[in-house]
């Protein structure tokens, strides 16, 4: 079951009796069970929260039988470096895409993610829905492609448009000097992913925002390419002195042979330069992606995952201050904010279940309501909330 929401501008009316009516759809797909996506049927995500004077902390439990932390190899076929791990929509045949979840957080900013959470970020026009706009003319657009450099349309919020309505309302980009206001007032989406591969190994969430685009967070990512950009081969390799051998083979990959303790992912301390003239078998595969220690706002949500007894068991910690204001909303004790989740479950792009919008209070209530604490996060218990998550499908599409 899937279910359209329009993106047209609601009242606040509309948006929470349109809430309460796919809360009501909800339970009753869950009651009978009938679900056309199958694998995306509507489920649970449980969280809970607490903080002290200094750091913010939310937990996550993800029950899944089909959990992936394996993302994106290269593999030596018939004498060449193959890319495998599509991301596109649905699980990867090979299943080499990596489970993620996110959060998006609203201080009030942006009024229409109280009515709709995370669909306030889709619209025509976007990547991996019917609608997606056509990549030359996105490399064509003065701001999405030549400022910014990009050939697709991603997550986007209305006030970053100066028509934000209709089919073309992708192109509509403020100008830079507007957009840069928006942020210094706080109008924007703060976006934490907790990615099973790309950030978790290294012990990081992923930071990021949404104003005219998804864009990360100041500072160096976690991961980067493993990419000679002169070659197009691999960068960097495994080093077998660490490791024991250069690559991972591909079969073993498919098997899931590679547990959470085993070299499934390359990092900056375990590698050496690739080396063409070695002497590959086919099937041989290396990570996509290099991971390394992050800095700045990129690098402020620690993290810790595990996948144990059935579901992932997911920490990210964060100060309470936001580490760059220009793209990281702060969280203050007493306050009440509006948060969506998302869960990717070794697929990519639009293939993921999302929560509808609920409210986070810092020791006050709200459907999550975070614990003032003394001392260690860590060692604090938390109040579990049971949050429906559910595919609503392709928003733009009828």
Same mark, same amino acid.
């Given at each position: 079951?899937?279910f359209k929401?329009?993106?047209?501008?609601?009242?606040?009316?509309v948006?929470?009796m349109?809430?309460?009516v796919?809360?009501?759809?909800?339970?009753?797909?869950?009651?009978?069970?009938?679900?056309?996506v199958?694998e995306?049927?509507?489920?649970?995500l449980?969280?809970?929260?607490v903080?002290n004077?200094?750091?913010?902390?939310?937990?996550?439990v993800?029950h899944t039988?089909?959990?992936?932390?394996?993302h994106?190899?290269?593999?030596?076929?018939d004498?060449?470096?193959?890319?495998?791990?599509?991301?596109?929509?649905?699980?990867?045949?090979?299943g080499?895409?990596?489970?993620?979840?996110?959060?998006?957080?609203?201080?009030?900013?942006?009024?229409?993610?109280?009515?709709?959470g995370?669909?306030v970020?889709?619209?025509p026009?976007?990547?991996?829905? +019917?609608? +997606?706009?056509?990549?030359?003319?996105?490399?064509?657009?003065?701001?999405?492609?030549?400022?910014?450099?990009?050939?697709?349309?991603?997550?986007?919020?209305?006030?970053s448009?100066?028509?934000?309505?209709?089919t073309?309302s992708?192109?509509?980009?403020?100008?830079?000097?507007?957009?840069?206001?928006?942020?210094?007032?706080?109008?924007?989406?703060?976006l934490?992913?907790?990615?099973?591969?790309r950030?978790?190994?290294?012990? =990081?969430a992923d930071n990021?925002?949404?104003?005219?685009?998804?864009h990360?967070?100041?500072?160096r990512?976690?991961?980067?390419?493993?990419?000679?950009e002169?070659?197009?081969?691999?960068?960097?390799?495994?080093?077998?002195?660490?490791?024991?051998?250069?690559a991972?083979?591909?079969?073993?990959?498919?098997?899931?042979?590679?547990?959470?303790?085993?070299p499934y992912?390359?990092?900056?301390?375990?590698?050496?330069?690739f080396?063409?003239?070695?002497a590959?078998?086919?099937?041989?595969?290396i990570?996509q992606r290099?991971?390394r220690?992050?800095?700045?706002?990129?690098?402020?949500?620690?993290?810790?995952?595990?996948?144990?007894?059935?579901a992932?068991?997911?920490?990210?910690?964060?100060?309470?201050?936001?580490?760059?204001?220009?793209d990281s909303?702060?969280?203050?004790?007493?306050?009440?904010?509006?948060?969506?989740?998302?869960?990717?479950?070794?697929?990519? +792009?639009?293939?993921?279940?999302?929560?509808?919008?609920?409210?986070?209070?810092?020791?006050?209530?709200?459907?999550?309501?975070?614990?003032?604490?003394?001392?260690?996060?860590?060692?604090?218990?938390?109040?579990?909330t049971?949050?429906?998550i559910? =595919?609503f499908?392709?928003?733009?599409?009828g």
């Open positions: 079951m899937s929401l329009s993106y047209e501008p609601l009242s606040p009316f948006g929470r349109n809430s309460l796919l809360s009501f759809l909800i339970m009753a797909s869950a009651a009978d069970g009938s679900d056309a199958g995306l049927a509507p489920t649970t449980h969280a809970g929260a903080f004077q200094s750091d913010f902390q939310i937990r996550f993800y039988d089909n959990p992936s932390w394996y994106q190899y290269w593999v030596y076929e004498g060449e470096w193959v890319r495998y791990g599509s991301g596109a929509d649905g699980r990867d045949p090979d080499l895409y990596e489970d993620r979840i996110s959060m998006m957080i609203d201080d009030g900013s942006v009024p229409a993610f109280a009515q709709t995370g669909h970020t889709v619209h026009g976007m990547r991996s829905t +019917a609608t +997606a706009a056509d990549a030359d003319e996105v490399r064509a657009h003065p701001h999405l492609g030549e400022r910014l450099g990009r050939s697709d349309v991603r997550k986007f919020i209305m006030e448009r100066h028509d934000a309505y209709g073309d992708w192109k509509n980009v403020l100008p830079p000097e507007e957009l840069e206001r928006l942020r210094e007032d706080g109008v924007f989406l703060d934490w992913q907790w990615r099973a591969h950030s978790n190994p290294v012990g =990081y990021g925002y949404v104003l005219e685009y998804r990360s967070s100041s500072g990512s976690m991961f980067t390419d493993n990419q000679d002169e070659t197009e081969l691999p960068l960097r390799m495994f080093d077998p002195e660490v490791t024991g051998d250069p991972l083979r591909l079969e073993a990959l498919r098997a899931r042979e590679y547990g959470q303790d085993d992912f390359l990092a900056e301390e375990r590698s050496v330069p080396d063409p003239d070695h590959w078998r086919e099937g041989d595969a990570p290099l991971l220690e992050p800095d700045g706002s990129r690098g402020a949500i620690r993290a810790r995952g595990e996948y144990r007894d059935g992932w068991h997911v920490c990210l910690t964060r100060s309470l201050d936001a580490p760059d204001p220009l909303k702060g969280l203050v004790p007493g306050e009440r904010y509006n948060v969506a989740f998302a869960v990717h479950n070794g697929a990519g +792009a639009g293939f993921h279940r999302v929560s509808l919008p609920l409210t986070l209070g810092l020791g006050v209530d709200g459907d999550l309501e975070a614990r003032e604490v003394e001392g260690d996060l860590d060692a604090a218990e938390v109040d579990w049971n949050v429906t559910m =595919y499908g392709d928003p733009t599409d």
